[in-house]
């Protein structure tokens, strides 16, 4: 039976971004809160490619954002803003 090349040779791990020791993971429903919307409001944004949230991370079938990316996100929501 053929198993394929070695896995080492074809997966990659992915990429680990280095964090900053006080970087903490958010929840749906706190990024919800911060924001002042729902969390539905939340999950239909991260359908709309438009508002290009931060990648959410899979923990245990629930979704998390690097508290880091929202800020840089936001810092740029702010920027476009004060652009126009």
Same mark, same amino acid.
């Given at each position: ?6 896995? $080492?040779?074809?997966?990659? @791990?992915?990429?680990?971004? @280095?964090?900053?020791? /006080?970087?903490?993971? *958010? $929840?749906?429903? +706190?990024?919800?809160? =911060?924001? %002042? *919307? ?5 999950? =239909?944004?991260? =359908? /709309? @490619? $438009? ?5 959410? *991370?899979?923990?245990?079938?629930? +979704?998390?954002?690097?508290? $880091? ?6 810092? %740029?929501?702010? =920027? ?5």
């Amino acid at each position: 039976m053929d198993q394929g090349p070695p896995l $080492s040779s074809t997966c990659k @791990p992915p990429e680990v971004k @280095p964090r900053p020791a /006080d970087d903490v993971l *958010v $929840s749906q429903r +706190k990024l919800a809160e =911060r924001w %002042g *919307v729902c969390v539905k409001t939340v999950e =239909r944004r991260e =359908r /709309d @490619p $438009s508002f290009k949230l931060p990648q959410a *991370v899979l923990i245990n079938g629930r +979704k998390y954002r690097w508290l $880091s990316e929202i800020e840089a996100y936001e810092r %740029g929501l702010v =920027r476009q803003i004060t652009a126009a």
